[in-house]
């Protein structure tokens, strides 16, 4: 029985260990989908990882990115803003007519300037100012004309506002003439729009008169007239060759308006033509022309000077000290006194005559030899004892001139400020009194005693301003262009009250004479009834000095500004 059991059990234990083979397919199917199941699990598992990685990668991008971007714009918000200057190119300067310069004096523009001149009618203006860079600056050692040349301490100095030459943001005697020491200096000086235009067209006159080697020939410039109807020939009251002088004349105010012979501008060529005629000219003792006298001489000396001061090279030194010593070598000297060698000295040294040293001490030549000697002190150059013995002769002058009580006039030990003066138009050495017909030259003693170092309140200086201001302020055109010049140089120093009343009358009066017409007149003056003892020389001559005069702004500092 037991084993009939054992035997009943068998197939049961058979059939569990062995199935059949309809069980085995199904058995394989099964296993397959659970691998497939597990297949699919692991890559879900292996996506979600991929997706897990990716997203954290992503994030860390993003959050990257935004740093980023966040301190930029901190950055952004504590970095300064930078103006980004655009420069644009140099205007094309056209040759052509400027034939409505109508008079500008009512404009509203700001200028910096630390005192405004209250003169009718000019309050600020805005002019257009050349600014270049001078290449000879950082390498010249006398750039723009030595701070020590002021007017009051003539053999130098450090008040760098005692006088001529402290202008222009401390560069030197001629600082003011250009960029913006020149704006402020027409502002305070009572300059216009119109004055500037009228100085703009001269020039443009002077450069289609000039000749082929470079000169300006009083007799024969209009034969270098271009456009339209030309100009008519003009005279020569002089004994010798003036072409030197009106060459040096035209030069100037070139040099005066801030253009030299070698900074580049529209004259640039211009003035160097004219600076290298006058070098060329140069005589063996070391004269500018042939035959030249002592006041001609002395104007294109002058040129030399300011060319040198103004642009410095060492052969235009060379001739321009040359000239100089000539200057030194002609001085007169006093009665009974020993020539000094080389002008070394001021020990008996007087003023100048056109020809000489003699005892004839010319006003009108003196003037000239004065200004020319601090230009040439402003150059650096070698000047000798020529100013002080120019200050000896000042003295004795003036002295001689108002020694004894003459009508309304005072001998000149009483002579207060609010008196009137005079000065000679020429005095002999050892002369005590002067006859009544050289009595004229109140400018050019003014002048002097301006460059020689007279201050304001000085009885000399006022009293010749109160002469100027009562008996010679130009009441229309044509008038003495030669008084005119010396006068608007002397008064501007003087300032005050006296500078308003005359550049009222004389800016406005040029400004509205100068020719406007469309030929080679334009931007010149008539000539007639304008020279001094009738001596008329041409349009060039009354076109420079009018010219000049209204350069007076910018041309040298004012002397007593500070003072008064």
Same mark, same amino acid.
């Given at each position: 029985m037991a084993k009939q059991d054992e035997q009943d059990q068998e197939p049961v234990d058979d059939q569990q260990q062995v199935p059949a083979e309809g069980a085995e397919e199904n058995l394989e199917e099964q296993q397959l989908a659970e691998e497939s199941a597990d297949l699919q699990e692991e890559e879900r598992r292996g996506r979600l990882i991929g997706w897990g990685i990716s997203a954290s990668v992503h994030a860390l991008a993003i959050i990257g990115l935004t740093f980023i971007v966040t301190a930029t714009k901190q950055v952004e918000k504590e970095t300064p803003p930078v103006r980004v200057a655009t420069i644009d190119p140099p205007p094309v300067v056209e040759e052509k007519k400027q034939l409505e310069r109508a008079l500008e004096t009512n404009v509203e523009v700001n200028v910096e300037a630390e005192q405004v001149n209250d003169a009718?009618?000019?309050?600020n203006l805005d002019v257009p100012v050349e600014t270049v860079q001078r290449e000879t600056d950082v390498e010249s050692p006398v750039?723009? #004309?030595?701070?020590?040349?002021?007017?009051? &301490?003539?053999?130098?100095?450090?008040?760098?506002?005692?006088?001529?030459?402290? /202008?222009?943001?401390?560069?030197?005697?001629? /600082?003011?003439? *250009?960029?913006?020491?020149?704006?402020?200096?027409?502002?305070?000086? #009572?300059?216009?729009?119109?004055?500037? *235009?009228?100085?703009?067209?001269?020039?443009?006159w002077f450069k289609r008169h000039q000749s082929p080697d470079g000169s300006w020939n009083a007799q024969d410039y209009w034969k270098n007239c271009s456009e339209g109807a030309k100009c008519e020939p003009g005279k020569n009251h002089s004994a010798g060759d003036t072409t030197a002088a009106m060459t040096g004349y035209a030069v100037l105010c070139f040099l005066g308006a801030g253009f030299d012979h070698k900074t580049p501008s529209r004259y640039r060529d211009t003035v160097k033509k004219g600076v290298a005629y006058l070098m060329a000219s140069q005589q063996a003792d070391g004269g500018l022309g042939k035959g030249v006298r002592n006041y001609d001489h002395a104007v294109a000396t002058m040129a030399l000077a300011e060319a040198y001061a103004m642009a410095p090279e060492n052969d235009l030194r060379g001739k321009?000290?040359?000239?100089?010593?000539?200057?030194?070598?002609?001085?007169?000297?006093?009665?009974?006194?020993?020539?000094?060698?080389?002008?070394? &000295?001021?020990?008996g040294k007087l003023g100048w005559d056109y020809v000489g040293p003699n005892q004839r001490n010319d006003g009108s030549v003196t003037g000239w030899n004065v200004m020319a000697l601090k230009s040439a002190l402003?150059? #650096?150059?070698?000047? #000798? /004892?020529?100013?002080d013995g120019a200050k000896v002769y000042l003295e004795k002058a003036w002295k001689a001139t108002n020694d004894k009580v003459d009508g309304k006039y005072k001998a000149w030990k009483d002579i207060t400020p609010y008196d009137e003066s005079?000065?000679? +138009?020429?005095w002999k050495t050892g002369e005590e009194t002067i006859t009544d017909g050289h009595k004229n030259?109140?400018?050019?003693?003014?002048?002097?005693?301006?460059?020689?170092?007279?201050?304001?309140?000085?009885?000399?200086? =006022? &009293?010749?301003?109160? +002469?100027?201001m009562n008996n010679q302020v130009p009441k229309g055109y044509p008038t003495n262009t030669y008084y005119m010049y010396y006068n608007t140089l002397a008064i501007f120093q003087v300032g005050g009250d006296k500078w308003n009343k005359w550049n009222n009358s004389v800016r406005d009066m040029l400004v509205a004479a100068q020719k406007k017409t469309q030929d080679c007149f334009d931007g010149s003056w008539d000539w007639e009834?304008?020279?001094?003892?009738?001596?008329?020389?041409?349009?060039?001559?009354?076109?420079? +000095?009018?010219?000049?005069?209204? =350069?007076?702004? +910018?041309?040298?500092?004012?002397?007593h500004k500070d003072k008064k």
């Open positions: 009718k009618n000019v309050t750039p723009k #004309g030595r701070e020590e040349a002021v007017g009051d &301490s003539e053999m130098g100095g450090s008040g760098a506002f005692m006088a001529i030459g402290a /202008g222009g943001g401390g560069s030197g005697m001629f /600082g003011s003439r *250009s960029g913006g020491g020149k704006k402020r200096a027409i502002g305070r000086g #009572g300059g216009s729009k119109g004055s500037e *235009s009228a100085v703009e067209a001269a020039l443009r321009a000290q040359k000239a100089v010593d000539l200057m030194l070598a002609r001085q007169n000297q006093e009665k009974g006194d020993a020539k000094k060698e080389g002008g070394s &000295s001021s020990s402003a150059a #650096g150059l070698n000047i #000798g /004892g020529g100013m005079r000065f000679p +138009y020429n030259l109140a400018c050019v003693g003014l002048v002097c005693g301006v460059f020689l170092g007279k201050t304001a309140g000085d009885p000399m200086i =006022e &009293s010749l301003a109160n +002469y100027v009834n304008t020279g001094f003892h009738g001596h008329e020389t041409g349009r060039v001559l009354s076109t420079a +000095y009018n010219c000049l005069c209204l =350069e007076v702004y +910018y041309r040298y500092a004012q002397v």
